[in-house]
């Protein structure tokens, strides 16, 4: 059964730091990408970091230089460091394979707020 479960959110002031983390199950463990996208209220849900075969990691420009996504293939995760964080970086964050094939999970709220 295919299933991506997002941890790691919170409530954040700005400038501080976040470590979102997903778990994958199922088939599409074996996806040679991964990505993080999000979704700001009222906004269509983004690509913000993908690693794709060979550990090449990709940023959109909003995010270059204070996000890292990383991959751990023997835990079945993939992994977003989030440093530096903006009031517009508030979303709710998602994982899937890049691009998105698999059923999108619960997401996890990412707040940044003084």
């Known amino acids: 059964q295919v299933q991506l479960v997002e941890s790691g959110g919170g409530l954040v002031q700005p400038g501080g730091s976040l470590r979102l983390s997903c778990a994958a199950s199922?088939?599409?463990?074996?996806?040679?990408?991964w990505g993080w996208y999000r979704q700001a209220p009222g906004k269509q849900r983004e690509l913000v970091a993908r690693?794709?075969?060979?550990?090449?990691?990709i940023y959109a420009d909003s995010v270059k230089g204070r996000f890292t996504i990383s991959r751990d293939n023997a835990e079945n995760t993939v992994i977003l460091q989030m440093n530096s964080l903006k009031p517009e970086d508030t979303a709710v964050y998602y994982c899937?394979?890049?691009?998105?094939?698999?059923?999108w999970g619960q997401g996890a709220q990412v707040t940044v707020s003084s």
């Open positions: 199922g088939s599409i463990v074996r996806s040679p990408a």
């Open positions: 690693i794709i075969s060979g550990g090449t990691t």
């Open positions: 899937n394979t890049w691009p998105a094939l698999a059923p």
